[in-house]
């Protein structure tokens, strides 16, 4: 709260608690972007035990290039201007 009161009191423009949007997955790279790569190379087959689909997931995740994750973050911005023309509504 103190935080916050500073931003407010100096003048910074932030996102207050009641601005910000809960549990979106389209501000989520995970949800919008990451789960599905991890999904087609983890989850193509079924796993024996948690630990087996742990570790396929983890490969997975060290497979994929950091050239993929830079232009997901790099997309960020493009997903809050769809949201922002959206009014808060629906988006692709």
Not at 27 to 45: G, R, V
């Amino acid at each position: 709260r103190g935080t916050q009161q500073w931003l407010r009191d100096n003048h910074v423009d932030f996102i207050t608690k009641d601005e910000w949007p809960s549990s979106t997955p389209e501000f989520n790279a995970l949800d919008y972007s990451i789960w599905s790569i991890l999904e087609a190379k983890a989850c193509a087959k079924a796993y024996k035990t948690v630990e087996s689909l742990k570790r396929a997931l983890i490969k997975a995740w060290e497979e994929i290039p950091l050239e993929t994750l830079r232009k997901v973050i790099d997309d960020f911005p493009k997903r809050l201007n769809a949201c922002i023309e959206a009014q808060g509504g629906y988006f692709e």
